[in-house]
């Protein structure tokens, strides 16, 4: 149980182009879903925290109007990177947590986006 | 807030050898402790967690950790890896609310035959 998954997997774009990663819980509803960033060689870093139903809340020095989130249901939340940016391309993972586990994230398998 | 370091960037082992991946915390707030896992291009996958109660916590893939609330380390053990352990491990903290998953820099896990 616990399987949380994203589309696409990996995406090659356009400098100026916007691009939409979705996650999505497959097996529960995940109230609250989390978006992190990893570049080459680092850890984890907490973008946003999506909530269901609300505007999400956002990490100090991301910026909101650049990566737009949108968690309409209660299985999927997107994130779109607006008018992206060489310096945008990371690998992008989301998050859920499970009812009853609130303690407990369960992750995606990530999406690889490249800006050229 | 809290924060997570791992001391070993990189850990080569010999296949069957034992292995201990080392984390501390810091935080001024009860906490919850996580060890996750990454494959190449992967996302993470939940090892173990501590959230109270025994100290010493199994997982899967036979990992076990100990929580060592005075020396305030999570440490992530095996007795014999496998050459399919060779990933990066990374150890996690949160509060009790499970808000602010805070995670380490990761450690390289390499297994040799």
């Known amino acids: 149980g616990a399987v949380v998954s994203q589309h696409p997997s990996w995406v090659i774009c356009k400098s100026g182009t916007s691009v939409k990663i979705e996650c999505r819980s497959l097996?529960?509803?995940?109230?609250?879903m989390f978006w992190y960033r990893q570049f080459p060689k680092q850890s984890l870093m907490l973008m946003a925290t999506s909530n269901e139903g609300s505007k999400a809340t956002y990490e100090q020095g991301v910026e909101k109007d650049k990566f737009l989130i949108n968690h309409a249901s209660l299985t999927l939340s997107t994130l779109t990177v607006t008018s992206a940016h060489p310096e945008d391309s990371s690998f992008y993972i989301c998050?859920?947590?499970?009812?009853?586990?609130?303690?407990?994230?369960?992750f995606g398998p990530g999406t690889r986006l490249l800006v050229l | 807030a809290q924060s997570v370091t791992q001391l070993d960037s990189q850990v080569p082992v010999f296949e069957e050898a034992p292995v201990e991946l080392r984390c501390n915390y810091s935080s001024s707030v009860s906490v919850y402790l996580f060890w996750y896992v990454q494959y190449p291009n992967q996302g993470l996958q939940l090892l173990l967690k501590?959230?109270?109660?025994?100290?010493l916590v199994k997982g899967i893939n036979g990992f076990e950790a100990e929580f060592n609330k005075s020396q305030t380390s999570f440490h992530l053990r095996k007795p014999s890896v496998h050459i399919s352990d060779t990933a990066e491990y990374f150890c996690?903290?949160?509060?009790?609310?499970?808000?602010?998953?805070?995670f380490g820099a990761g450690t390289i896990l390499r297994v040799k035959s």
């Open positions: 996690a903290v949160s509060d009790v609310n499970g808000n602010k998953l805070v």
């Open positions: 998050s859920a947590r499970a009812p009853g586990q609130q303690e407990t994230q369960y």
């Open positions: 097996d529960f509803q995940a109230t609250t």
């Open positions: 501590y959230l109270s109660g025994s100290t």
